[in-house]
C-alpha cells in the first residue's frame, strides 16, 4: 500500500512518535510511506526510515489554518495518488479532508486520536469544528476504550470507529544496562545507589502536573525514604516546578534533564516511574518504563487501568489524590517489590502493547479499508457492518 501521514508537527508529543513508529513499522514491511507535518519539523523527523520512495515533508504552516499550506497538501496528494491517508488527531485531519477535497484525490481517510479529555474554552472551540471532519472520516482510531467511550458521548465519532492500543518496539526498549552503567549516570545525574529514584518522562506541560511528583517527594522525605525525582524531559512549567521545590525545600532532590533525544538510559536508572497526568489517552512514556521493567505509578486517566494491574505491574492513583500517590510511591521503596512488579510491568508490554501487535492491527485495517467492497474477507463483514 501506498500510505500518507499527517501529523500537526514532529515535535516529540505522543502522537507525533507513535506516528512515526508506525510509519516505520509499516514500511519495513514493504509498504510505501510518506510522512508530513504541517508545521515545524523536529528531531523527530529524522527517526523515520524510508524507502521504496517513501518521502518525508513539511507544509511550514504560519497560521493556524494555512492556505498555501493545504494548497501544497493537495497537490501533494495529486502527485502521490496514496490508498489511505491516516491523519494524526483532529488539526491534521481537518487538514487532510480540505487537502484531499481540492486534490479530488479518491483515499480512505482515517484519524488516529489521541486526545482524552477538552481542557478549556480553546479546545473545546476546535472540537466543535473537528467534529465536523471526524463524522465524514471513513475510520477513527481510538487507543483505549475509555477514550473511546468519552469521545462517543461528546459525540465524536466516524463512520467506522476501531481501538488500536499504542505500541513500542520490545527489542528496543529493553534494560540493557548494566550495574555498572546504571550507576556511573544516577552518579552523574547526582544521585547515589541508596537514592530512591523516581522519574517522569514527559514533557512539563500542565496537564502533566508535575508539580504533584515535587508535593510527593517532599513527604516522601518527611516519612525518611530517601526520595529523588527525575524528570525527563523540559517545557512551559518548568519555572512553576523549581519554584515549588525551593518553596518545600527539596530543590536538591528534583533533577530535570531536559529534552533527551533518548530517554531510555535515564528510565533505565530509575527505580519507579510515575505519571501525575490530569488527562491522558494511553501514554507512550508509560508503556516504554514499563517495557524498561520498571513499575509505573499513574493516575487513573484514560486507559491507565487497561495497561496496569494495582499491585502487580504498578499502582493506580486518583487524579490529584496526592495522598494516595505519596503511599502508592511508598510501597516501591521496596525495591524487592519493584523489582518484582517491573518484571510483570515488561511482560505486561510484550503480551499486549508492543509495537508488531499495533502494527499487525493497523495493517489489517488498512488493508481491509483500501480493499475494494467485494474483495472483504467475509468474516470481517459483521464487524465492519458493526463499527458503522
Not at 24 to 50: P, Y
Not at 69 to 95: K, Q, S
Not at 167 to 187: K, P, Y
Not at 359 to 378: M, N, S
Request: net charge positive; proline share 3%.
Amino acid at each position: 500500500m501506498k500510505l500518507v501521514f499527517v501529523t500537526g508537527s514532529s515535535s516529540p508529543g505522543g502522537a507525533e512518535r507513535q506516528t512515526v513508529a508506525l510509519v516505520n513499522a509499516l514500511a519495513d514491511r514493504g509498504h510505501q510511506c510518506h510522512a508530513v507535518c504541517i508545521k515545524e519539523t523536529g528531531d523527530l523527523f529524522e527517526s523515520i526510515r524510508l524507502r521504496d520512495g517513501g518521502t518525508a515533508r513539511c507544509l511550514a504552516a504560519a497560521r493556524y489554518l494555512g492556505v498555501r499550506a493545504v494548497i501544497d497538501l493537495a497537490e501533494h496528494l495529486r502527485t502521490l495518488r496514496p490508498a489511505a491517508i491516516i491523519a494524526a488527531n483532529g488539526y491534521a485531519l481537518m487538514y487532510s479532508w480540505l487537502a484531499i477535497r481540492l486534490s479530488r484525490v479518491r483515499a480512505p481517510l482515517v484519524v488516529t486520536f489521541h486526545s482524552n479529555r477538552l481542557l478549556g474554552p480553546k479546545e473545546q472551540l476546535q472540537m466543535a469544528l473537528y467534529r465536523l471532519f471526524f463524522w465524514t472520516a471513513d475510520c477513527a482510531v481510538f487507543v483505549c476504550r475509555k477514550q473511546r467511550q468519552y469521545w462517543r458521548r461528546q459525540g465524536v465519532f466516524s463512520r467506522r470507529n476501531e481501538l488500536i492500543y499504542n505500541g513500542v518496539n520490545t527489542e528496543a526498549f529493553r534494560d540493557r544496562w548494566s550495574a555498572e552503567e546504571r550507576g556511573a549516570l544516577r552518579r552523574k545525574l547526582g544521585f547515589s545507589e541508596a537514592d530512591y529514584v523516581i522519574g517522569l518522562s514527559a514533557l512539563l506541560r500542565p496537564e502533566k502536573n508535575h508539580v504533584q511528583l515535587v508535593d510527593a517527594v517532599a513527604r516522601l522525605r518527611r516519612m525518611r525514604i530517601p526520595a529523588r525525582a527525575l524528570m525527563i524531559g523540559d517545557g512551559e512549567t518548568r519555572d512553576a516546578v523549581v519554584r515549588r521545590a525551593r518553596a518545600l525545600g527539596v530543590a536538591g532532590s528534583i533533577v530535570i534533564t531536559g529534552l533527551q533525544r533518548d530517554v531510555r538510559p535515564y528510565v533505565s536508572a530509575c527505580d519507579a516511574v510515575v505519571l501525575c497526568s490530569l488527562t491522558e489517552a494511553v501514554s507512550l512514556a508509560a508503556i516504554e518504563a514499563m517495557a524498561l521493567g520498571r513499575p509505573v505509578v499513574h493516575s487513573d486517566v484514560g486507559g491507565a487501568a487497561e495497561m496496569i494491574v494495582p499491585g502487580r505491574n504498578g499502582f493506580l492513583f486518583p487524579v490529584g489524590d496526592t495522598d494516595a500517590f505519596v503511599d502508592r510511591l511508598a510501597a516501591l521503596a521496596d525495591r524487592a517489590l519493584s523489582g518484582r512488579m517491573g518484571r510483570e510491568a515488561q511482560a505486561t508490554v510484550e503480551a499486549r502493547f508492543s509495537e508488531r501487535t499495533m502494527a499487525d492491527r493497523y495493517e489489517l485495517l488498512l488493508q481491509e479499508i483500501c480493499a475494494p467492497p467485494e474483495t472483504v474477507r467475509p468474516e470481517h463483514a459483521d464487524r465492519i457492518k458493526a463499527t458503522h
